[in-house]
């Protein structure tokens, strides 16, 4: 019986708060916001979070291969989205964002929404 195997993309706005006196040089993750397009993730990230911290964008990769899912993340630094996903230690996977990010968020731009 073959394998099979579904990719999922999906843009996310997550909160990030900085490392503090008690958890220093850690990076910790807080609430996460599933938008439907990556204009609706600068919409959404716009607002600063009601807690502290700061709003990142993410694309979300998922792979899964019978039932089991594989994730993976490209974030955007200084308003440009990595090349590359990385795994959840922050490694390179070797995976390319596919094309069709970079064309929706430059879309986006056109249109004054980055």
């Not at 958890?23 to 916001?33: M, R, T």
Request: hydrophobic share 35%; glycine share 8%.
């Amino acid at each position: 019986m073959g394998k099979y195997q579904s990719t999922v993309y999906e843009w996310v706005v997550v909160t990030i708060f900085e490392p503090d006196s008690e958890h220093p040089g850690e990076i910790e993750e807080g609430d996460h916001c599933h938008a439907e397009n990556f204009a609706d993730a600068v919409r959404f990230s716009a607002t600063p979070p009601s807690e502290g911290g700061r709003h990142e964008i993410v694309l979300v990769r998922d792979v899964e291969t019978d039932g089991s899912v594989d994730r993976s993340w490209a974030y955007m630094h200084n308003g440009t989205l990595s090349v590359f996903f990385v795994d959840s230690r922050n490694n390179p996977t070797g995976v390319k964002v596919p094309k069709r990010f970079f064309a929706e968020i430059a879309a986006s731009a056109v249109k004054g929404v980055s």
